[in-house]
């Protein structure tokens, strides 16, 4: 059984910086992509970040692209959401996902589609005050 625990959510003021990690537990599995999802409420999931794990190549939404990096500690097996000049339109549940069958890596790019990561967190509540 995998797990994902997700960390370092919190209350912040607009204009400041969070960074989530993702530390991944259990036995041993295959890793094609981990992604950051997030969820505000009555909204739908939304994709934040992903990467591709043999390559380290990266995706972003359109609306944290410039501010927001997903990075990685191999041997830590830990993921991580650096979050910079944060918006109340930030405020959601954030979820880290993996994929470890390989749907979120068939097209060139990583997929930012919730149904090709396969073992999801928790998740972690972000607030943002104005």
């Known amino acids: 059984q995998v797990q994902l625990v997700e960390s370092g959510g919190g209350l912040v003021q607009a204009g400041g910086s969070l960074r989530l990690s993702c530390a991944a537990s259990?036995?041993?599995?295959?890793?094609?992509?981990m992604g950051w999802f997030r969820q505000a409420p009555g909204k739908e999931r939304e994709f934040v970040a992903a990467?591709?794990?043999?390559?380290?190549?990266?995706r972003y939404g359109d609306s944290v692209k410039g501010r927001f990096t997903i990075s990685r500690d191999n041997a830590k097996a830990t993921v991580y959401l650096q979050m910079n000049s944060l918006k109340p339109e930030d405020t959601a549940v954030y979820y880290c996902?993996?994929?470890?069958?390989?749907?979120?890596?068939?097209?060139?790019?990583?997929?930012?589609?919730?149904?090709?990561?396969?073992?999801w967190g928790q998740g972690t509540q972000v607030t943002v005050s104005s």
């Open positions: 996902a993996g994929d470890s069958v390989g749907r979120a890596v068939l097209g060139g790019t990583v997929s930012a589609g919730t149904g090709n990561y396969n073992f």
């Open positions: 259990g036995r041993t599995f295959s890793r094609y992509a």
């Open positions: 990467m591709r794990w043999s390559s380290g190549s990266t």
